[in-house]
């Protein structure tokens, strides 16, 4: 289990929030606790680096407009343009505080309350936030609780609201922890780089082996599971098929359809055939080269995911339901598709990758000293600016197979970007530096390179210019930071070839240092490792559990806020005491879900179970909101408060407010009575 703090801080009242948060923990079996910060201390526990947020593993913030400008005029221009200031503020703030933790940070701009809030301010406020974060890898901004968002009348709680500043229902809270949760899960896991997908009930239904191409049929719901894999192509994510048909079928599918909003030229490679679907991916990853643990793979045949589960346990595979419309909803709520930013490196993957192959069509044709002459290889290295943060942050994350450190993290004085571009076509940004002077040596603390440029000499040229910048600016030395993964051996096979020496540090870690004279000289010299890494690269078996039942589970089970409210309660089951009435019952079960002991008898005392003022307010709320009644402080704010005497006052508020109504009712029927039907019920009652 993976040990995290996660950090909560908000304009209201929020700690209900924490329940779901922890049942999201616990799902995802990650072990941590959620520690909230003081009531409507936002910019303190932002700015503090001892806050619970500067202390935590990964911070979730929720602000309501209403709450950070004062006043009641935030419809009006000056408020208005004070929500635009305090948005200025509050996203620095952010910037500084992940900065600082080096921690994700998730901001909710949650709605208005519909009393006092204001939809204008409301929605300058999060249009603000969402721009300043756009493409930020380390603050993340909601501004609905989407997918997870319940109907209008399901969010607020106007009573809490009143009695605590707690402003929304539990199914709100229950949807916002949700979509927190996943967006923090998308920016602390990695992300399949790959999108392999059966064809015959996945992408079509019917068999086009026996139905034919035209006998296939794309519907509306069908139609929907292309769509989301066309925005996966657009994000970046490569397309494969992996299917076991007659390819000519398959492609005269696509050739019939051509309103699908993905063709076959956005499709990165196929395996079409009769070979086992595991044997297909494998060697899907050897042609991308690519590790199987890049791959989610979907298909709605349990023989056939079981044995991809058995022959690639690398890869996530996961089974659609057999139901159009619930294969597309199941794409929907698929954690490990979603994005948190996109590049342009990324929207151009697929065709880099399709280019890939015809350098390698090209390389087959001839010896590979041949190859390399002809490759026409332009590389371009230049100091990183504004314009690169994102993909620099982005190869630093994803860079497993040469990174010579296995940093993630850039903390040097330089960086410098590597472009590469070929006849083939252009690389784009695919190597990073990034480096520090210290004392007669330039030191590179990260040194990495896409594995789709590994091979061709890039990384020689990359050393050579750290020797030529170093020689200019009169440094002796090249220093590169080396820590062993399991996944770099490419970059332990690039230093063994290095003339440097060796020095170390730390734990498992050394520096591989040069004269300057001689990093600027490296040059690439072909040899057998340079064979190996021109070719496709061999997949990597990993250790590492694919978790597609915790994926299959939340994409089939845990996709709105009553099914959650409905998972957490079974989590926290009540104990049956005999005898006990409907009411006492119904108050044992919230007891349960809200304290932190359940109730094992009616004589059960509130407060002895952990109850205190926050949890007396959402015990209020649901009474409310299940039985009608408002129970007033005073008849529960007592150290006798059991379950037996709150079920009983319970019953005797609703019995008095029956009264009040039948009276009521009464009266409106006497006042529409003229005078003559009056004085002829007096006669029948004295008769």
């Known amino acids: 289990m993976n040990k995290i703090g996660l950090g909560v801080a908000a304009t209201f009242t929020a700690e209900p929030l924490g329940d779901a948060l922890r049942f999201w923990l616990a799902e995802l079996d990650v072990e941590g606790e959620v520690a909230f910060a003081p009531y409507d201390q936002v910019f303190p526990a932002l700015l503090d680096s001892g806050s619970v947020l500067g202390r935590a593993g990964a911070a979730v913030v929720l602000v309501r407009a209403e709450d950070l400008v004062a006043g009641d005029s935030t419809a009006e221009q000056d408020g208005l343009d004070e929500v635009e200031a305090v948005a200025t503020d509050l996203a620095a703030a952010l910037r500084t505080s992940a900065r600082a933790s080096g921690t994700p940070h998730v901001l909710v701009v949650c709605p208005p309350s519909p009393e006092h809030g204001s939809p204008e301010a409301h929605a300058r406020l999060a249009s603000k936030l969402a721009r ?17 968002e319940p109907a209008p009348e399901a969010v607020h709680d106007s009573f809490a609201d009143r009695t605590g500043n707690v402003p929304y229902t539990d199914r709100y809270f229950a949807a916002l922890a949700a979509a927190a ?7 602390t896991t990695p992300r399949p780089k790959v999108v392999a997908v059966d064809c015959d009930g996945t992408l079509w239904d019917g068999v086009v082996g026996e139905d034919g191409p035209d006998g296939v049929v794309i519907g509306p719901e069908r139609m929907e599971i292309w769509r989301e894999l066309a925005r996966q192509v657009a994000a970046g994510r490569l397309l494969c098929l992996c299917s076991k048909n007659e390819e000519k079928d398959v492609r005269e599918v696509f050739a019939r359809h051509p309103e699908l909003p993905v063709g076959l030229d956005d499709v990165a490679a196929m395996r079409v055939g009769w070979e086992a679907k595991s044997q297909s991916l494998r060697s899907l990853a050897a042609e991308l080269g690519l590790g199987l643990d890049s791959f989610v793979f979907f298909d709605d045949s349990p023989v056939e995911c079981a044995e991809v589960r058995a022959g ?23 954690w490990p598709l979603d994005l948190t930013g996109v590049t342009e490196a990324d929207r151009e993957r697929t ?22 002459a002809t490759l026409d290889l332009r590389v371009t ?23 010579l450190s296995g940093a993630r993290r850039l903390d040097g004085e330089e960086k410098f970007v590597v472009d590469v571009r070929d006849r083939f076509g ?9 480096v520090r002077t210290e004392g007669d040596t330039l030191r590179a603390g990260a040194f990495l390179l896409s594995c789709r440029a590994l091979g061709r000499g890039v990384e020689h040229r990359m050393l050579a210019h750290l020797g030529a910048l170093a020689r200019e600016r009169g440094l002796a030395r090249v220093a590169l930071a080396f820590r062993a993964t399991e996944r770099n051996q490419p970059a332990r096979d690039f230093l063994a070839a290095l003339p440097a020496t060796v020095e170390p540090y730390g734990e498992e870690a050394a520096w591989y240092v040069l004269d300057a004279a001689d990093a600027a000289a490296v040059v690439h010299a072909p040899g057998p490792a340079e064979e190996r890494a021109a070719g496709p690269t061999g997949t990597v078996r990993t250790a590492v559990p694919a978790g597609w039942a915790a994926v299959e589970r939340i994409a089939t089970r845990l996709t709105g806020a009553d099914a959650i409210l409905d998972a957490m309660r079974a989590a926290r089951p009540v104990t049956e005491v005999a005898g006990a009435s409907s009411v006492e019952a119904a108050v044992m079960r919230m007891w349960a879900e809200l304290l932190d002991v359940a109730p094992a008898s009616v004589s059960d005392g509130f407060f002895q179970l952990g109850g205190h003022s926050l949890r007396l307010v959402q015990f209020m709320a649901r009474v409310r909101a299940e039985f009608g009644v408002e129970l007033p402080f005073d008849t529960l ?10 079920a009983k006052a319970i019953e005797e508020r609703q019995l008095a407010d029956a009264d009040d109504e039948e009276l009521a009712g009464l ?14 019920l007096l006669d029948s009652g004295n008769g």
């Open 132 to 148: 300043a974060f756009e493409g930020d890898r380390a603050v993340s901004v909601l501004t609905s609780a989407e997918p997870y």
């Open 426 to 434: 252009d690389y784009g940004v695919v190597g990073l530096t990034d």
């Open 351 to 372: 065709r880099r990758y399709q280019e890939e192959r015809q350098r390698e069509q090209a390389r087959g044709e001839m010896s590979l000293a041949d190859f390399f």
């Open 637 to 646: 704010y007592t150290t006798s408060f059991t379950v037996a005497e709150v």
């Open 381 to 403: 290295i230049t100091p990183a600016g504004p314009g690169h943060e994102a993909r620099a942050a982005q190869l630093a994350e994803r860079t497993n197979q040469f990174n």
């Open 181 to 187: 949760a996943r967006r923090l899960h998308a920016m």
């Open 667 to 680: 009266l409106d029927e006497l006042a529409g009575l003229s005078d003559e039907e009056i004085d002829a």
């Open 312 to 334: 690639c346990p690398e890869v996530l595979t996961l089974r659609l339901p057999a139901g159009a419309a619930e294969a597309a909803a199941f794409l929907r709520h698929c």
